[in-house]
């Protein structure tokens, strides 16, 4: 960087200089900063070589195209647009098949995407410009496809890495949606019709497929039972039973999509449960609540825990205060009101104190918008 241009320049050009020095001298200290990250965990103090980057990043490249033993990615780039996008999820399938192979590949590319840009400008990094993208591009459509909510976005990411080497092949939109790119609209998650599950089951990717369903599964769990601790407790064991099998390789893809779409069916069914009980989406929570210990149905009859649910939510409702979770002296007087509640209906007493344990927690997750003003 050529300070000395200051000395000699116009005043427009020396207010030019003087923003143009201060990046300069940031992009010097990320460099730094980055490059300490990347070659040892955050720990020494190393001095930043452009030489050592670019080692770096070809040992991140070749561990990246590793990945891909006994598959032909480099056809991406002189493919059709149609060529291209059938390579995206033939490539996220290869991934995603080996062993804890989407945990490491993303690690991988993390480390090579960093090393890449302390490297740039450089002969050696525009010669696989193209194959970093490529890299960047397929992790990036695994996380989106493949993580469950909460997880950090990453359109950004690869809407970059695929504006520099697919151009009009790809949607500018962003991320590259598995079921796009197989011929199948985007799902309605909140339906899970038959059609788009057998559509799932027909995909000709199977443990793209089932990292994919898993995804959507888990993420319906989350929104539609977050006010049911029973129902959402119920489905997720049921997932997280059929995947432990499939890691495990109890069963394979195609047998464990098939468990995951049987998974999806009854999530699915499950939203008329409530209408057909005759009861509100508080009373059924509590209902389950009540339901969740041997012996209280066959004890007290549907009808009667019925009953007992809508009186629980009445009574939560009414008690239920703006801090009441933080207050002792609320919760102990909740607490004898819904025990008072189990004597009066005869609730079996050796699970009285259980029920009043799950009825608590459930009246948790209504607490924020109930004591709402």
């Known amino acids: 960087f050529d300070y000395k241009r200051f000395f000699i320049g116009t005043p427009k050009e020396k207010m030019q200089i003087i923003p143009e020095a201060m990046e300069h001298i940031v992009a010097q200290e990320l460099k730094k ?25 070809q040992e991140k490249y070749e561990i990246g195209g590793q990945f891909f033993h006994n598959f032909d990615y480099k056809r991406f780039f002189i493919g059709t647009p149609k060529e291209k996008m059938q390579i995206i999820p033939e490539a996220m399938e290869h991934i ?17 995407t960093k090393a890449y840009a302390l490297a740039v400008p450089s002969e050696e990094a525009e010669k696989i410009r193209d194959e970093v993208g490529f890299f960047q591009a397929i992790k990036a459509s695994i996380v989106k496809n493949t993580e ?51 559509d799932v089951k027909g995909m000709k990717h199977k443990n793209l497929a089932f990292e994919a369903l898993k995804k959507l599964l888990a993420d319906q769990i989350t929104v539609r039972f977050k006010h049911n601790k029973i ?37 699915r069914d499950d939203k008329s449960r409530g209408k057909e009980l005759g009861l509100t989406e508080e009373e059924e929570a509590f209902y389950d609540a009540l339901d969740d210990h041997d012996g ?9 825990l019925k009953e007992m649910a809508r ?30 509640l189990l004597r009066k209906y005869g609730y079996p007493p050796d699970k009285q104190q259980m029920a009043t344990d799950l009825v608590l927690k459930q009246a948790e997750l209504f607490a924020e918008e109930w004591s709402a003003p």
């Not at 980055?34 to 930043?48: D, E, T």
């Not at 690869?158 to 949607?171: E, P, R, Y």
């Not at 049921?238 to 999530?267: F, G």
């Open 311 to 340: 009186e629980l939510s009445e009574l939560v409702r009414k008690n239920a205060t703006i801090d009441w979770t933080l207050r002792e002296t609320v919760q102990a007087n909740l607490r004898r009101m819904v025990k008072r």
């Open 148 to 198: 469950i909510q909460g997880k950090e976005k990453t359109d950004t990411e690869l809407h970059s890495a695929i504006k520099q080497i697919v151009s009009k092949a790809v949607s500018s939109e962003g991320v590259i949606d598995i079921f796009e790119s197989a011929g199948m609209k985007k799902p309605e998650i909140s339906v899970l019709s038959d059609h788009f599950l057998e």
């Open 296 to 304: 209280a149905r066959d004890a007290l009859g549907d009808d009667i």
């Open 231 to 267: 129902r959402n407790k119920k489905f997720s064991e049921m997932l997280e039973e059929a995947i432990r099998k499939y890691q495990n390789r109890s069963i394979d893809s195609a047998q464990v999509i098939q468990e995951l779409i049987k998974i999806a069916r009854e999530i």
């Open 33 to 57: 900063a980055i490059l300490n990250y990347a070659k040892s965990g955050g720990k020494g103090n190393p001095i930043f070589e452009q030489s050592q980057a670019i080692a770096l990043m």
């Open 96 to 112: 995603v098949a080996q062993e804890d192979g989407k945990k490491r590949y993303v690690r991988e590319v993390i480390g090579l």
